[in-house]
Every structure is written in C-alpha cells, then in structure tokens.
C-alpha cells in the first residue's frame, strides 16, 4: 500500500472558505450533522488542512490555539472509500506540527482511538453526547439572591474569564463569535456572574452549550442553565455534550435526553509526563472551584 505523504494522488493544503460546501457534503457523508455554519465557524477559529485527489476533497482536520501551550483537534474526516490508506495520520501529521509543542486535547470515536494512540495521545476522560426531543424539566430551585438573566454586551469580559478558568483554555478568541450565533443566559448573585449557558441551532436541532457554573452541591446551578432551554423548547431536538464526573447523566437521562455516543477523550502533553499526574489532562490549568458541565463543541472543548 502506497503512503499517502508522498503518494501523488493524493495532496494536502490549507482549510479554506472555499472549502466550507465540499467540507460539509464530507461530513454529511458519515451522518455528521454539520451545517455549513458549523463549518464556518470552525474555519474562522480555528486551523484546518484538506486532503485532495483528482479534485476532489476527502480528508479534513481542523485545530485550534489557545495561547502559547495549550491546543485542541476535532474535525477528523476521512471519505469511506478512502479509509485505510495513511491519510488520517497525514492529516493528524500537518496538524501537529502546526500545534508545535502544546499540550493537545481531543475526544476520539471508537474508530479514531488506535491512531490517536499510536500518535502518542493517553486516555484520561470521557464525554456523553446526548440528545432528545421530549422533556418537561421541572423548575430547579436556585438559592436565596441566585436569578438566571439574559446576557448583555458588558458580561463579555465576565464570560471570557469563567469560561476560561472553566476549561482551563484561553477562550478570549472563540467566545465572542461564538457569542454571535448563541443566545445566553447567566447565572447572577447580587450583580455577580457565577455562570452562563449558550443555546444555539446546530445540525438537524439546537445544542446547549458551553454549560459554565460552579461547582455547586448537586450541580443545582448547572441545571438550573439547562433547564431554563429544555423549558423554552419542548419538541425541538436539543444537544447537549456532558463530560463525565459532573453527575448530570442520570439527570439528563431523567428529563427524556438520551445518551446516543460516547466518546473518550485523549491527551498529548508537549513534554512527556504522565495522565496520573493531572486530574483533568488538557485543562490543567482548570479552576476546582468552576465547572464546564458542557462543552462548546467535541472539537474545542
């Protein structure tokens, strides 16, 4: 078998706007949701590369910078008929070396766990990916001086350090125009931000996502976050990307969203040091007193 890196049948290149419709029709391929707007928004945070044959486009990748150390992966498709060839290690190859030496953080499928092992990402988490259409939340009681808000243009800064001390990832560059597709609602005690939760339309429905609160005995503000969308679209497909270890499965699954994947998330330091020693690998500089009960994406995290 021919390897794909110098195989002339087969060329790699930069992610570009132009892509975005041959990009989509890819995903669509393996029943990714996707939208072209989901494809935009990739392409303008984040760093993709394309493999090509005879004109036409089969693999993509994108990554995503976050400060000088710290990277994310996601987007990871390779045409079926194309499978089995190298052009996923390529792929992975072009993105790496544009990352240099951060510290990256993916979620691998079943399938895309061999490659990532054997590119040197270690297992340290999992995230449930759920879904439904029928849910009638009961109201979640919030404590005393605690009230959900919408968002306003001068929570920004607010928003950006939560969601960074959350995830642990400088999220200055992709909050704001995530912020341009979402609708938000925060979580306010007395004039102070503790939380907020976006909401916006994604593949075939609606995802919720990224979920920030703190860390708050039995997730109440959490829910509180997500409640407040389940309760204003009763019947529309809703999303929500839950990592494990915050307890909001049983809760979820309660409310009528059903777990419909589960994929593992995988981690490869820029230097060598194990998994054990970080609790949250790819987020080690994560706040214990906040959680990121949600995720914005698979891809970012």
């Not at 089969?58 to 008929?81: H, N, R, S, Y």
């Not at 009638?136 to 939560?162: F, H, I, K, W, Y």
């Not at 999220?171 to 503790?194: F, W």
Request: charged share 20%.
């Amino acid at each position: 078998m021919s390897d794909p890196s110098t195989d002339a049948r087969f060329t790699y290149r930069r992610l570009t706007a132009d892509d975005i419709p041959a990009a989509q029709r890819l995903s669509a391929a393996i029943g990714w949701p996707h939208r072209r707007e989901e494809w935009r928004f990739s392409a303008r945070t984040g760093i993709g590369f394309v493999a090509e044959t005879a004109g036409a486009l089969v693999g993509t990748v994108v990554c995503w910078k976050f400060g000088a150390d710290q990277a994310t992966l996601g987007m990871l498709i390779v045409a079926p008929e194309h499978r089995g060839r190298g052009i996923g290690r390529t792929l992975l190859s072009h993105a790496l070396d544009e990352l240099g030496k951060r510290d990256i953080t993916l979620y691998a499928t079943e399938a895309g766990q061999p490659l990532c092992d054997a590119l040197g990402f270690e297992r340290c988490g999992a995230l449930d990916q759920m879904q439904g259409a029928a849910f009638r939340p009961p109201l979640v009681a919030l404590p005393a001086n605690e009230r959900l808000r919408p968002l306003g243009a001068s929570d920004m800064q607010q928003l950006v350090a939560l969601a960074s001390r959350a995830s642990g990832l400088d999220r200055s560059h992709v909050l704001p125009p995530l912020l341009d597709l979402a609708d938000g609602i925060a979580l306010d005690r007395d004039g102070e931000l503790l939380g907020f939760s976006l909401f916006r339309r994604f593949g075939r429905g609606f995802v919720i996502g990224p979920v920030v609160a703190s860390a708050f005995p039995d997730a109440v503000h959490a829910k509180a976050l997500i409640r407040h969308w389940l309760a204003l679209n009763e019947g529309a497909l809703v999303r929500i990307d839950v990592p494990h270890g915050h307890g909001l499965r049983a809760w979820l699954a309660g409310l009528g969203l059903a777990s419909s994947e589960t994929v593992v998330k995988m981690w490869r330091p820029a230097s060598r040091r194990p998994v054990a020693v970080q609790a949250h690998a790819g987020s080690n500089r994560a706040d214990g007193s906040l959680h990121q009960y949600a995720v914005i994406t698979q891809s970012l995290t």
